[in-house]
C-alpha cells in the first residue's frame, strides 16, 4: 500500500468544503493508497509527474513515488481553478 501525504495546505482546503464533497474527496484519496492509477486518472501534460482525479467538478492533483510508495497530494481545486 502507497501512503497519501497532505500538506497543511491541502487540509487546509479540505475543512474549508462542504461536509459531503469533502467525505466524497476523502473516498477518493484513502482509494489513492490501494491503487494509485485507478481507472480515469489522467497524467496531466502541462506539468512533469503529475496525475490527477475526478471528484464530481473538483480536481486532485497528485505526485506518484513508486520507489518510496508514496502518493503526496500536490493540489486540490474546482475544475475552473485547477488548470490555472
Known amino acids: 500500500m502507497y501512503r ?3 500538506s497543511a495546505r491541502i487540509e487546509k482546503s479540505l475543512r474549508s468544503l462542504d461536509r459531503s464533497l469533502r467525505n466524497r474527496i476523502l473516498s477518493a484519496l484513502i482509494a489513492l493508497a490501494t491503487d494509485p492509477r485507478p481507472p480515469g486518472c489522467i497524467k496531466i501534460k502541462s506539468e512533469d509527474g503529475v496525475w490527477r482525479i475526478r471528484v464530481g467538478d473538483y480536481r486532485t492533483g497528485y505526485v506518484i513515488d ?3 510508495i508514496t ?3 500536490v493540489r486540490i481545486g474546482n475544475r475552473s481553478d485547477f488548470y490555472d
Open 4 to 6: 497519501v501525504i497532505l
Open 66 to 68: 513508486d520507489a518510496a
Open 71 to 73: 502518493v503526496t497530494i
